[in-house]
């Protein structure tokens, strides 16, 4: 077991690394394959509680497909 927390922890290590190195010393194309993907499921995973919170959504109608406008010619 202790070789194996030795293993890992080694892993951990270099991976963080290795990605504070990419971070420091390229960060455009660490931004578009690391950073973009985890921020944008962020803002999707908390998206309904913002925009219910600053008011920015609505309650879907019921029958979705009828017309609003109905004898508004």
């Given at each position: 077991m202790a070789d194996f927390l030795t293993w890992a922890g080694?892993?951990?290590?270099?991976?963080?690394?290795?990605?504070?190195?990419?971070?420091?010393?390229?960060?455009?194309?660490?931004?578009?394959?690391?950073?973009?993907?985890?921020?944008?499921?962020?803002?999707?995973?908390?998206?309904?509680?913002?925009?219910?919170?600053?008011?920015?959504?609505?309650?879907?109608?019921?029958?979705?497909?009828?017309?609003?406008?109905?004898?508004?010619?």
């Amino acid at each position: 077991m202790a070789d194996f927390l030795t293993w890992a922890g080694s892993l951990v290590t270099a991976v963080a690394l290795a990605l504070w190195a990419w971070r420091r010393w390229a960060p455009v194309s660490f931004w578009y394959v690391i950073g973009f993907p985890i921020r944008a499921v962020a803002i999707y995973g908390t998206w309904r509680a913002v925009a219910s919170g600053c008011g920015l959504s609505k309650r879907r109608r019921r029958w979705r497909w009828t017309l609003p406008g109905w004898g508004a010619e």
